[in-house]
């Protein structure tokens, strides 16, 4: 089984900052890729950011300059620091990872966590 249990949501003012953890647990051979996600209420949920397993990063627009992908491969742990946060940033932030293990290949969501930007 492969778990990915997600951490670092909450309540911020507009212009703080959050950083985001998620970390892979169980039978992992490796990690293709790690990306966060958000939902926002009403929204479709869209891609923020990728990371590969040899560390080539993806942003979408609206965070460039603002957000940072990261991993840290011997803890199977990708983090998201988020800068300058702006009210429109607020969303349910999954994320999802590519994971070879025994048995397989699949792709595999968190569970959420919910971060709030709001003076």
């Known amino acids: 089984q492969v778990q990915l249990v997600e951490s670092g949501g909450g309540l911020v003012q507009p212009g703080g900052s959050l950083r985001l953890s998620c970390a892979a647990s169980?039978?992992?051979?490796?990690?293709?890729?790690m990306d966060w996600s958000r939902q926002a209420p009403g929204k479709l949920r869209e891609l923020v950011a990728t990371?590969?397993?040899?560390?080539?990063?993806n942003y979408r627009d609206a965070v460039k300059g603002r957000f940072t992908i990261s991993r840290d491969n011997n803890k199977n742990t990708v983090y998201l620091q988020m800068n300058s946060l702006k009210p429109e940033d607020t969303a349910v932030y999954y994320c999802?990872?590519?994971?070879?293990?025994?048995?397989?290949?699949?792709?595999?969501w968190g569970q959420g966590t919910q971060v709030t930007i709001s003076s």
């Open positions: 169980g039978s992992i051979d490796s990690i293709k890729y």
């Open positions: 990371i590969t397993n040899d560390g080539r990063t």
């Open positions: 999802k990872a590519g994971i070879f293990h025994t048995g397989g290949y699949g792709d595999y």
